[in-house]
Protein backbone atom coordinates (compact mmCIF):
# COMPACT_ATOMS: atom_id res chain seq x y z
CA UNK A 1 0.00 0.00 0.00
CA UNK A 2 1.43 3.81 -0.32
CA UNK A 3 -0.04 6.44 1.52
CA UNK A 4 -1.09 10.03 0.17
CA UNK A 5 0.68 12.21 2.76
CA UNK A 6 -0.96 15.84 2.78
CA UNK A 7 0.50 18.66 4.33
CA UNK A 8 -1.38 21.36 4.85
CA UNK A 9 -0.53 25.13 5.98
CA UNK A 10 -3.94 26.59 7.51
CA UNK A 11 -4.83 29.80 9.07
CA UNK A 12 -4.40 29.07 12.80
CA UNK A 13 -7.33 31.24 13.54
CA UNK A 14 -9.66 29.24 11.66
CA UNK A 15 -8.56 25.47 12.34
CA UNK A 16 -12.37 24.62 13.32
CA UNK A 17 -13.04 25.22 9.24
CA UNK A 18 -9.93 23.17 8.55
CA UNK A 19 -11.67 20.14 11.00
CA UNK A 20 -15.08 20.56 9.70
CA UNK A 21 -13.18 19.91 5.65
CA UNK A 22 -11.63 17.02 7.35
CA UNK A 23 -14.92 15.72 8.69
CA UNK A 24 -16.86 16.31 5.56
CA UNK A 25 -13.87 13.81 3.63
CA UNK A 26 -14.54 11.07 5.82
CA UNK A 27 -17.83 10.66 3.78
CA UNK A 28 -16.32 11.12 0.52
CA UNK A 29 -12.55 9.66 0.47
CA UNK A 30 -14.34 6.07 1.15
CA UNK A 31 -16.71 6.45 -1.39
CA UNK A 32 -14.62 7.32 -3.82
CA UNK A 33 -12.09 4.60 -3.26
CA UNK A 34 -9.21 5.74 -0.43
CA UNK A 35 -8.67 4.35 2.71
CA UNK A 36 -9.01 7.30 4.91
CA UNK A 37 -6.05 7.07 7.70
CA UNK A 38 -7.02 10.29 9.04
CA UNK A 39 -6.76 13.90 9.46
CA UNK A 40 -4.44 15.20 11.89
CA UNK A 41 -4.86 19.22 13.39
CA UNK A 42 -1.90 20.62 15.81
CA UNK A 43 -1.84 20.41 19.03
CA UNK A 44 1.52 21.92 20.44
CA UNK A 45 4.17 23.03 18.31
CA UNK A 46 3.89 24.48 15.16
CA UNK A 47 0.03 26.14 14.96
CA UNK A 48 -0.32 26.17 11.28
CA UNK A 49 0.48 22.74 9.73
CA UNK A 50 -2.49 20.02 9.44
CA UNK A 51 -2.11 16.45 7.55
CA UNK A 52 -4.32 14.28 5.77
CA UNK A 53 -3.41 10.39 5.54
CA UNK A 54 -4.65 8.51 2.87
CA UNK A 55 -3.98 4.94 1.72
CA UNK A 56 -4.00 3.38 -1.71
CA UNK A 57 -2.68 -0.33 -3.22
CA UNK A 58 -1.02 1.72 -5.98
CA UNK A 59 -0.76 4.74 -8.17
CA UNK A 60 -3.04 3.85 -10.36
CA UNK A 61 -5.74 3.25 -7.48
CA UNK A 62 -5.31 6.83 -6.59
CA UNK A 63 -5.33 8.23 -10.08
CA UNK A 64 -8.92 6.05 -10.49
CA UNK A 65 -9.85 8.00 -7.22
CA UNK A 66 -8.77 11.67 -8.20
CA UNK A 67 -10.94 10.96 -11.57
CA UNK A 68 -13.71 9.74 -9.26
CA UNK A 69 -13.41 12.55 -6.74
CA UNK A 70 -13.91 15.23 -9.77
CA UNK A 71 -17.01 13.90 -10.60
CA UNK A 72 -18.33 13.42 -7.25
CA UNK A 73 -20.90 16.10 -6.00
CA UNK A 74 -19.84 16.59 -2.35
CA UNK A 75 -16.16 16.26 -3.24
CA UNK A 76 -16.50 19.54 -5.29
CA UNK A 77 -18.28 21.33 -3.27
CA UNK A 78 -16.09 21.02 -0.01
CA UNK A 79 -12.70 21.62 -2.38
CA UNK A 80 -14.86 24.42 -3.36
CA UNK A 81 -15.79 25.47 0.12
CA UNK A 82 -12.69 25.34 0.88
CA UNK A 83 -11.51 27.95 -1.77
CA UNK A 84 -14.27 30.29 -0.54
CA UNK A 85 -12.87 30.10 2.85
CA UNK A 86 -9.37 30.47 2.55
CA UNK A 87 -8.50 28.54 5.74
CA UNK A 88 -5.72 25.73 3.76
CA UNK A 89 -2.82 28.59 2.35
CA UNK A 90 -1.01 25.97 1.19
CA UNK A 91 -1.07 22.29 0.31
CA UNK A 92 1.39 19.55 -0.64
CA UNK A 93 1.43 15.90 -1.48
CA UNK A 94 3.88 13.03 -0.68
CA UNK A 95 3.66 9.44 -1.78
CA UNK A 96 5.24 6.98 1.02
CA UNK A 97 4.95 3.33 1.37
CA UNK A 98 5.18 2.27 4.65
CA UNK A 99 7.95 -0.44 6.21
CA UNK A 100 6.31 -3.72 7.05
CA UNK A 101 6.13 -4.79 10.61
CA UNK A 102 6.03 -1.09 11.89
CA UNK A 103 2.48 -0.06 11.19
CA UNK A 104 -0.47 0.00 13.55
CA UNK A 105 2.13 -1.73 16.64
CA UNK A 106 0.24 -1.42 19.79
CA UNK A 107 2.28 0.09 22.89
CA UNK A 108 3.62 -2.40 25.46
CA UNK A 109 2.53 -2.20 29.17
CA UNK A 110 5.16 -2.37 31.48
CA UNK A 111 5.10 -2.65 35.24
CA UNK A 112 6.64 -0.03 37.87
CA UNK A 113 10.25 -1.49 38.26
CA UNK A 114 10.30 -3.13 41.90
CA UNK A 115 12.29 -0.93 44.56
CA UNK A 116 12.87 -3.40 47.04
CA UNK A 117 10.62 -1.33 49.56
CA UNK A 118 8.33 -3.82 51.61
CA UNK A 119 4.85 -2.94 51.07
Do not use: K
Request: aromatic letters at 16%; glycine letters at 10%.
Amino acid sequence: MITCFIRYEIDPFQRELFAEYARRWGQIIPRCGGYLLGYFLPHEGSNYEAWGLIGFDSLAAYEAYRARLRTDPEGRANFAWAQAQRFILREERTFTQGVEGTLGLPAHTTTAPHTGAAA
